[in-house]
DNA sequence: ATGGCCTGCAACGCAGGA
C-alpha cells in the first residue's frame, strides 16, 4: 500500500503532472492539497480514467484538497466538526481500512497576524477532533502540507529561518501536540540520506541550490507506523516545466 | 539590495503563497 500527498499548487495547471506521477509510481492513495478548483469543475473524469476515484472539496482560487484512490472511498467528510470555516482544507476518507485525513494547513503569513492566529487556532481544532477521530479509527495517516517546519534540520538555513511563520517555537509546539496524540512522522522512522525538502521557493532558483522546507508530511497511527516499510520524497516533479513549489512524499505501507 | 516567482481573477495590478 503506497500512500502520497502532493501539494499541487493548481490542479489545473498540474493536471497533465499529476496523472503522469500516477502512472509513474502507482500510488494507492494520493492526497492533493491547493487543487484551486471548483467541484464543478473537478477533474473527475480525467482522473477516473487514469483508474483513479476521487473526493475532492474545492472553492474558487484559493485552498481545496482532494483524495485520490483506486479503491473506494467511504465515511468521507469534509473540514474540521464544530470549526465553521470557509477554507476547503480538510478532506477524510476511508479507503481499504486506512483512515486518510488530508489536510491543507494555514500558511501563517507572518508571526503575530490574524492568519497565524488563525492558523494556531485551526491547528488547535483539528488535534481535539483527531484525538476523537483515532479512537474510532485505530489505522489513521494524517497527510498534506502542514506549513511547518518541526525541526532545524528541516529547514536549509535554520539560522535565516529562526522564529520566522513555518518555523516559530508556537508552531512547532502545536505540530507536537498532533504528533503527541500517538502520531508518528513516517519520514523520520528511518535514517534518511537526504534533508528531505518538500518546498523550495520559485524565487532565487532556491530548487536548484536546494534551499527548502521540509512542511510536507505524512503522519502515521502507531498500528501504521509498525507497518511503514519506508518514506521519501519524490523530487523529480519539481524539475518539470512549470513545476509545483512542492514536491510529493510517499509512504509504503506493508 | 528583504526582492527576485507563480497562480487566479480580472484587469493591464492585485492578493496570497511560504
Known amino acids: 500500500m503506497k500512500l502520497a500527498t502532493w501539494n499541487v499548487n493548481s490542479l489545473k495547471v498540474r493536471l497533465p503532472q499529476v496523472i503522469e506521477w500516477l502512472a509513474r509510481q502507482q500510488p494507492d492513495v494520493l492526497c492533493l492539497q491547493e487543487t484551486k478548483t471548483e467541484d464543478g469543475a473537478f477533474p473527475a473524469i480525467a482522473l477516473q480514467a487514469t483508474g483513479y476515484q ?24 469534509v473540514g474540521i466538526p464544530g470549526f465553521p470555516d470557509e477554507q476547503k482544507r480538510v478532506i477524510a476518507a476511508t479507503v481499504a481500512g486506512l483512515r486518510v485525513i488530508c489536510a491543507y494547513f494555514p500558511n ?37 502540507d502542514f506549513n511547518v517546519a518541526p525541526e532545524a534540520r528541516d529547514v536549509h538555513d535554520p539560522a535565516a529561518w529562526e522564529g520566522q511563520v513555518l518555523c516559530s517555537p508556537p508552531e512547532r509546539e502545536a505540530f507536537g501536540r498532533l ?17 528531505g525538502y518538500t ?3 520559485y524565487r532565487m532558483a532556491a530548487f536548484r541550490r536546494n534551499l527548502g522546507l521540509r512542511i510536507d508530511h505524512i503522519l502515521l497511527s502507531r498500528p501504521l507506523a509498525e507497518t511503514c516499510l519506508a518514506c521519501g520524497v519524490d523530487r523529480l516533479p519539481r524539475q518539470a516545466e512549470r513545476p509545483s513549489d512542492h514536491a510529493p512524499v510517499v509512504a509504503e505501507l506493508r
Open 54 to 77: 476521487c473526493v475532492f472539496a474545492g472553492q474558487k482560487t484559493y485552498n481545496g484538497v482532494a483524495i485520490l484512490s483506486r479503491q473506494p472511498a467511504t465515511g468521507v467528510a
Open 108 to 144: 501563517g503569513q507572518s508571526v503575530g497576524s490574524d492568519k497565524y492566529a488563525y492558523k494556531l487556532a485551526w491547528i488547535e481544532a483539528l488535534t481535539a477532533w483527531l484525538r476523537q477521530e483515532m479512537t474510532g479509527h485505530p489505522r489513521l495517516a494524517l497527510a498534506g
Open 179 to 195: 504528533v503527541a496524540l500517538g502520531l508518528a512522522d513516517a519520514f523520520r522512522l528511518f535514517d534518511q540520506a537526504e534533508p
Open 199 to 201: 518546498w523550495w521557493d
